[in-house]
Nanobody, 124 residues
Framework: VHLVESGGGLVQAGGSLRLSCAASGFTFDDYAIGWFRQAPGKEREGMSCISITDGSTYYADSVKGRFTISSDNAKNTVYLQMNSLKPEDTAVYYC??????????????????WGQGTQVTVSS
């Protein structure tokens, strides 16, 4: 299982970024994939997860209405469109996957395979 994140960078508050998570080494349709983030001095938290099997999604309250998760099954890639970014969204963003269709409300302990992360910095 191999996950590679891309798309991070520096953006001003109110701006947008789209993160990509390219997956390989497993049957994409059988898994759930999520986006997580970890800010300096804080614990890692789940932002948004998607079941590749049925397309259902989960969003943490802090990003609901601003972030959108989607998948392109032909490309084995999951995206996180982030709009109306705030300085408090600054963090390293990781994608992770678990076998099965359930996203378990993005519970970190349920996700087995992780990417290396991509930095997102939102300036005020």
């Amino acid at each position: 299982v191999h996950l590679v994140e891309s798309g991070g960078g520096l953006v001003q508050a109110g701006g947008s970024l789209r993160l990509s998570c390219a997956a390989s080494g497993f049957t994409f349709d059988d898994y759930a994939i999520g986006w997580f983030r970890q800010a300096p001095g804080k614990e890692r938290e789940g932002m948004s997860c998607i079941s590749i099997t049925d397309g259902s999604t989960y969003y943490a309250d802090s990003v609901k209405g601003r972030f959108t998760i989607s998948s392109d099954n032909a490309k084995n890639t999951v995206y996180l469109q982030m709009n109306s970014l705030k300085p408090e969204d600054t963090a390293v963003y990781y994608c992770a996957t678990r076998y099965g269709s359930a996203w378990y409300q993005c519970a970190i302990a349920e996700y087995d395979y992780w990417g290396q992360g991509t930095q997102v910095t939102v300036s005020s």
